[in-house]
């Protein structure tokens, strides 16, 4: 049974950090890309970013220099570094697995993270 479990996420000032973990289960997640997304209200899920099976990594023009994504293959975990956050980047969180090993499709992923809230004040 496939099972991505976030934990993470919560309320910070703008310019704070925070990090985001995506626990894996029932699969080994260096076969696949993973994916992070995030939903603010009113708007269109946005792909973050996402890092590839062969470690290729992927960041929207949002979050480039900002966020850095990573996975622990030994536990099966990816991250979400997330640091300079403002106040834009106040959306809920999701991870996800992606339907191929090289790319993540802005349309999302197979399986996906519960979501994570998180919130920047100005």
């Known amino acids: 049974q496939v099972q991505l479990v976030e934990s993470g996420g919560g309320l910070v000032q703008a310019g704070g950090s925070l990090r985001h973990s995506c626990s894996a289960s029932?699969?080994?997640?260096?076969?696949?890309?993973m994916g992070w997304y995030r939903q603010a209200p009113g708007k269109e899920r946005e792909l973050v970013a996402h890092?590839?099976?062969?470690?290729?990594?992927y960041y929207g023009d949002s979050v480039k220099g900002r966020f850095t994504i990573s996975r622990d293959n030994a536990k099966n975990t990816v991250y979400l570094q997330m640091n300079n956050l403002k106040p834009e980047d106040t959306a809920v969180y999701y991870c996800?697995?992606?339907?191929?090993?090289?790319?993540?499709?802005?349309?999302?992923?197979?399986?996906w993270g519960q979501g994570t809230q998180v919130t920047v004040s100005s």
């Open positions: 996800a697995r992606c339907r191929s090993s090289v790319i993540c499709s802005p349309g999302g992923g197979d399986y």
């Open positions: 029932g699969f080994t997640i260096s076969e696949y890309a």
């Open positions: 890092i590839s099976a062969g470690g290729m990594r």
